[in-house]
């Protein structure tokens, strides 16, 4: 993100040198992006992509900041001696790092994490992850993902990072890989929970599990919607009264799943970024005028993280830049 953001100003600056070749930088872009339906695509050192946006992302960004309406006033200004420069940085962004990454090279890095989600007789799901939080909102997202997975509401959620003495083993924080590795192993880990409740839910109930569900804390009939038993019952029960439970019934509601990617080296994401800047020719002073983003991040978990993320990139980049 910061090094696009570097890429751009620096070809901003440059701009005028660039048309010298006789094409503008936005088609020169489009003509050497690989188009948006030839995924999926391996680059020639065997690098797989599955979905890149590469020409949507480029589309989006030249309209929303009125790209021809820029190079019109771009080229009225400079015979007011008035220098303007426009530069485009196209980005992919590696995440996800597979065992290839660090395991053939012998570094005891782990590529893999876990995660266990138990139900509390309380009714609240403890999370406990490998992933840790440094301030990027892990544990927000792992919050969201296993109260969708389980079927409760995020207050029924307690989430537990950093501490190795009682998470599963796992790679940490490390190259944008909390959401997409240490986020799967949650989802796992819910799904199975939720349908571990509803085994212990069905016994009690006496009713066929593919009639239930879970929503709102509670355990529901899927096709009435009719609310049947509180999760807090559901672990009462499986804790307290097994005593009550199929002599031949377990309740296990306590879940732990890890997750490898393997498919792909890398999840790949992807986007393009323009700024607008003016010139002192007289003293080389760049003024930063405008900047725009435009970033495909896939799934989005939590808009606002999301988007804190792309301004705390693009202010970095200017940083580095400029200063």
Not at 160 to 177: H, I
Request: with cysteine; net charge neutral; proline share 4%.
């Amino acid at each position: 993100m910061g090094h696009s953001i570097a890429v751009a100003l620096t070809e901003a600056i440059v701009d005028l040198a660039a048309q010298k070749l006789g094409m503008d930088p936005a088609e020169f872009r489009r003509r050497n992006l690989i188009p948006d339906d030839a995924y999926p695509y391996a680059s020639p050192a065997g690098l797989k992509f599955e979905k890149l946006s590469h020409h949507k992302t480029l589309d989006l960004l030249l309209r929303t900041m009125n790209y021809p309406a820029l190079r019109a006033e771009q080229a009225q200004l400079r015979k007011q001696g008035i220098y303007r420069g426009i530069g485009l940085a196209a980005m992919i962004e590696v995440t996800n790092p597979s065992p290839a990454f660090y395991g053939v090279g012998g570094a005891r890095i782990s590529a893999q994490d876990g995660a266990t989600l138990r139900l509390e007789p309380t009714g609240i799901v403890t999370v406990l992850c490998s992933v840790t939080e440094q301030g990027q909102g892990t544990e927000a997202i792992f919050a969201q993902i296993a109260a969708s997975a389980v079927g409760v509401s995020l207050d029924k959620i307690k989430v537990v990072t950093g501490d190795t003495g009682v998470t599963p083993y796992g790679g940490g924080t490390w190259a944008s890989r909390g959401a997409g590795i240490g986020g799967e192993a949650v989802l796992q880990a819910g799904r199975a929970l939720r349908s571990n409740l509803l085994d212990v839910a069905a016994a009690i109930l006496k009713m066929e599990k593919a009639e239930l569900d879970i929503a709102g804390n509670a355990v529901i009939n899927k096709l009435t919607t009719e609310k049947k038993l509180d999760l807090a019952e559901v672990g009462r029960v499986a804790y307290f009264r097994p005593d009550t439970l199929p002599m031949d019934f377990q309740s296990e509601l306590t879940v732990t799943r890890h997750y490898t990617p393997r498919q792909y080296g890398f999840t790949f994401t992807n986007g393009i970024q323009a700024s607008l800047v003016e010139v002192d020719t007289d003293t080389g002073f760049v003024r930063l005028l405008k900047h725009w983003c435009v970033e495909d991040s896939g799934t989005v978990i939590n808009p606002m993280l999301v988007d804190e993320q792309l301004r705390g990139g693009v202010i970095q980049g200017i940083g580095a830049a400029l200063y």
